[in-house]
């Protein structure tokens, strides 16, 4: 926001979004870009919808991402100020890991600073990250709050092998927060953000949209059981052990993957918008 803007601002708040163009009717970009790139794109614009359907979004905060494909360096996030039921494939920005818009729809929505300061970073030092998913739900804020971090209190939670969990250093703008946030994700494919909610990645979008959706899930069980005033119980160290090699994908198969086409169909039922 310009020195003027803030003026504007300050005498009226709504002044300033009359001088903007805030549309979200915008044409397609399907013939602007690669096959591929458009269906990451509406691959993209589903998890957007999918997140906010299961009641996952946080208004216009918070973000999903994804490598483009055949590209060097760029990745495609939301644009701040949407909500998630609203973003379609066109509506989408690519950006650079240096954080440089490299095409957006002609509107004035910017990417969010925190979502590429976090996204960036996690796309840089991790190959098999294709997806990064950061959401802020009553459940995930609230085992971020719990010294104990996520339990293995169900066969949900011990999907999770590997938790990192990052300490809370105020809101992620900073780019210095970048190294300890790679360094504590490591090659786990969950992210506790202490004091603050989750992250989760995945090397594909149906992959990430699992590996979040059963961390929620993980959250909500344990803050219910945690709730009820009774002692908790864990399976023995090497059930857990077991289990957790069971849900590795090189095991059994990546989870995610054979539910993708059926959630993609239960948005066309509802709302096929976000392929647009």
């Not at 009820?228 to 077991?242: F, H, L, R, S, Y």
């Amino acid at each position: 926001m310009t020195k003027h803007e803030r003026s504007i601002v300050a005498d009226d708040p709504m002044a300033v979004l009359k001088t903007k163009n805030y549309t979200t009717d915008i044409p397609s970009m399907k013939d602007r870009v690669s096959e591929a790139e458009w269906e990451a794109r509406v691959n993209l614009a589903a998890a957007y919808r999918l997140v906010a359907l299961w009641g996952m979004d946080e208004m216009i905060a918070n973000h999903i991402s994804v490598r483009v494909p055949g590209e060097d360096g760029t990745f495609l996030i939301n644009p701040y100020g949407y909500l998630y039921e609203e973003i379609t494939a066109s509506s989408l920005i690519k950006i650079d890991l240096e954080g440089n818009v490299v095409q957006k729809p002609d509107f004035d929505y910017e990417p969010n600073r925190a979502g590429f300061v976090i996204h960036s970073a996690i796309h840089r030092a991790r190959d098999d990250a294709h997806c990064v998913i950061h959401t802020h739900t009553p459940a995930g804020m609230a085992v971020s709050t719990m010294k104990c971090g996520l339990l293995p209190l169900t066969q949900t939670a011990l999907r999770f092998a590997k938790i990192g969990y990052h300490d809370y250093q105020s809101v992620a703008v900073d780019l210095a927060e970048q190294e300890s946030i790679v360094a504590d994700l490591g090659d786990a494919d969950l992210l506790v953000l202490r004091n603050h909610g989750l992250l989760v990645v995945g090397p594909s979008i149906a992959q990430a949209f699992s590996n979040i959706y059963r961390a929620e899930l993980a959250c909500k069980v344990q803050v219910m059981a945690m709730a009820a005033n009774t002692e908790i119980g864990t399976p023995p160290a090497d059930i857990i052990e077991k289990t957790n090699h069971l849900y590795r994908p090189e095991v059994r198969r990546p989870f995610g993957v054979l539910e993708w086409p059926a959630l993609l169909r239960k948005l066309d039922r509802i709302d096929p918008s976000f392929r647009d």
